[in-house]
């Protein structure tokens, strides 16, 4: 079955980086635009990236544009979010998911599989 795992979570001091990665299965990986969402205690899901799945074009949110990356290796069949000058507000459970075949989105309901999160928590 299809399997996404999301790892790289932790405790950072604002202004510092983590790297996320989302290693996925039992799909065909090239063939999935693969996005990230986070959610925060009392607070909707809400888009982070996402990346086409040839790995052409990103799409980010404008409050993490210029300080977060995404990016692919299909080869290994992860996606990875690169994120620096992290501020305490980007705490939150951050996801990743799956959309076959699919043009960048935001929306959440766009997406067919999705990991069971890591925990982002930025100190300040």
């Known amino acids: 079955q299809v399997q996404l795992v999301e790892s790289g979570g932790g405790l950072v001091q604002a202004g510092g980086s983590l790297r996320l990665s989302c290693a996925a299965s039992?799909?065909?990986?090239?063939?999935?635009?693969i996005g990230w969402f986070r959610e925060a205690p009392g607070k909707e899901r809400e888009f982070v990236a996402a990346?086409?799945?040839?790995?052409?074009?990103?799409y980010y949110a404008d409050s993490v544009k210029g300080r977060f990356t995404i990016s692919r290796d299909n080869a290994k069949t992860t996606v990875y979010l690169q994120m620096n000058s992290l501020k305490p507000e980007d705490t939150a459970v951050h996801y990743c998911?799956?959309?076959?075949?699919?043009?960048?989105?935001?929306?959440?309901?766009?997406?067919?599989?999705w990991g069971q999160g890591t925990q982002v928590t930025v100190s300040s």
């Open positions: 998911a799956a959309r076959f075949l699919g043009l960048l989105s935001q929306s959440a309901a766009e997406y067919n599989y």
């Open positions: 039992g799909l065909t990986f090239s063939t999935y635009t």
């Open positions: 990346i086409y799945w040839n790995g052409g074009s990103t």
